[in-house]
């Protein structure tokens, strides 16, 4: 039995009953990402005998009769934009090289209470900014499916270490896709929780705190739906730090099982394939019993995704161009670049203005999916893009509007899951659910018919 190719449900019963040592289930990850992370570089520092030494005390604490947390001796990833004790919280930045954590993130937290052991750290654009991971402190991450390929970002290598067998969840964070689109182009399953669920905060930076504003959440990625569903209840403990966290229940009342089926949200352009995808994905919904109905539109999506854009520029824009520049990170500057005008002409209320309207905007998504308990739409109205598309103007241009939902849907601060559902020839392809406001058990239900009905083979050995 090859333990790295479990999931983390798997793992976790197999550690409670005796069947596998914490310490062989960690041996084992860490000898499946020193025979692949070479060749996708996903995992940018870990160190063995601090993973081995936590599932040792996982094992003495088996061994003593204590209760395991749910996450006990399952290996774990953690993305270096959150604080992790002891090691720098790079955010794929030479200027934060030696920004080192005296205290684990919130969510760090609680992965560890429950458990899980902390294999390593994944890589992420420099300031987390982009859909492509590569920086000039940790290097490039390749799509373990295909090279060619963004494995997406900026939890690219999230993404592509779960893909790829190195651990069973993946920690990622999402402003704008960076949980859901790392895990459409590796071909595995990624949830972005919503706003309040999961706790946030850095301490070695707190001025870089994750607020309200932007609306970026934690979230996990695995290879199935059990363990997302595993992974939101450890990751969604409390934490006094964050203010922001809700104590909502992480299973509401019983709803309707209706899906509305979306194609075109906001006139998207899609390709045939992305289209065939989520038509398969409704019709196994029906063929699971969820009434499925095809609508025109959603509320507004480009308002929406245009509101998000402007919160994000007004946010510090110039701050974070001067550390671009600092920084020297031709990517990142690059995407900066091209916003600048609109970043230089917005007026001095146009984030309160912003701020009004997403009240707005969200009122009228929650009505409407009080009415649509589940909507299904795409992930992206292309298929993963090709490695290095955003290094141009154009490529920026036609990969926000490709990814129209993810940023659209960011400032609603309702959950967004990634399905994975099959493969177009070796190139990923998957759908969108979204719920109501801390309704992540109807996209999770929905997502588990979906995937019951056959996902991509995964792990993968790196192409």
Avoid at 116 to 123: D, I, P
Avoid at 161 to 167: K, L, P, S
Avoid at 196 to 201: E, K, S, V
């Amino acid at each position: 039995m090859q333990l790295w190719r479990l999931t983390a449900t798997d793992l976790a019963a197999l550690i409670r009953s005796g069947q596998a040592s914490a310490r062989e289930v960690a041996q084992a990850a860490l000898d499946r990402l020193d025979a692949v992370n070479g060749r996708i570089n996903a995992v940018v520092e870990h160190r063995p005998s601090e993973v081995l030494e936590q599932a040792d005390a996982i094992d003495a604490a088996r061994g003593r009769g204590e209760t395991l947390g749910p996450l006990a001796g399952v290996p774990v990833t953690v993305k270096v934009n959150a604080d992790q004790r002891g090691f720098a919280t790079t955010n794929g930045l030479r200027l934060q090289r030696d920004l080192v954590a005296r205290d684990d993130n919130p969510v760090v937290a609680n992965l560890r209470r429950a458990g899980a052991v902390l294999l390593g750290r994944t890589n992420t654009p420099a300031f987390s900014l982009r859909w492509f991971t590569t920086n000039q402190i940790h290097g490039d991450t390749k799509n373990p499916r295909d090279p060619a390929l963004t494995p997406g970002g900026s939890s690219g290598g999230a993404g592509a270490a779960v893909a790829a067998g190195i651990g069973a969840i993946a920690h990622g964070t999402d402003i704008a896709g960076s949980v859901r689109y790392p895990a459409y182009a590796c071909g595995v399953h990624g949830l972005r929780p919503s706003l309040g669920r999961i706790p946030a905060w850095n301490p070695s930076s707190p001025e870089r705190g994750i607020g309200p504003q932007l609306m970026a959440v934690s979230g996990p990625l695995a290879r199935s739906i059990a363990d997302l569903r595993l992974g939101l209840a450890v990751m969604a403990a409390p934490d006094p730090r964050d203010p922001w966290w809700v104590p909502a229940p992480l299973v509401g009342p019983e709803v309707p099982r209706r899906v509305a089926l979306c194609v075109r949200p906001g006139g998207l352009a899609v390709v045939p394939e992305v289209e065939a995808a989520l038509r398969d994905a409704a019709r196994r919904l029906a063929e699971a019993g969820w009434t499925v109905t095809e609508i025109a539109d959603t509320p507004p999506i480009r308002e929406a995704s245009e509101l998000q854009l402007q919160l994000w520029l007004g946010d510090g824009y110039a701050a974070v161009r001067a550390a671009a520049e600092r920084e020297g990170d031709p990517a990142a500057i690059g995407l900066l670049e091209s916003f600048r005008g609109r970043a230089e002409a917005m007026s001095p209320d146009a984030i309160a203005k912003a701020l009004t309207r997403r009240a707005t905007l969200a009122r009228d998504w929650s009505l409407f999916l009080a009415e649509n308990p589940v909507l299904l739409v795409p992930v992206s109205a292309e298929l993963p893009f090709p490695d290095g598309l955003d290094r141009t103007e154009a490529g920026v241009a036609r990969a926000f509007e490709a990814n129209l939902l993810q940023v659209g849907l960011a400032p609603l601060g309702i959950p967004g899951l990634t399905v994975t559902t099959g493969l177009v020839g070796r190139t990923p392809v998957g759908v969108q659910l979204v719920a109501a406001r801390y309704r992540e058990d109807l996209c999770l239900a929905a997502g588990a018919a979906i995937e019951a009905a056959g996902v991509p083979e995964m792990p993968v050995d790196p192409a």
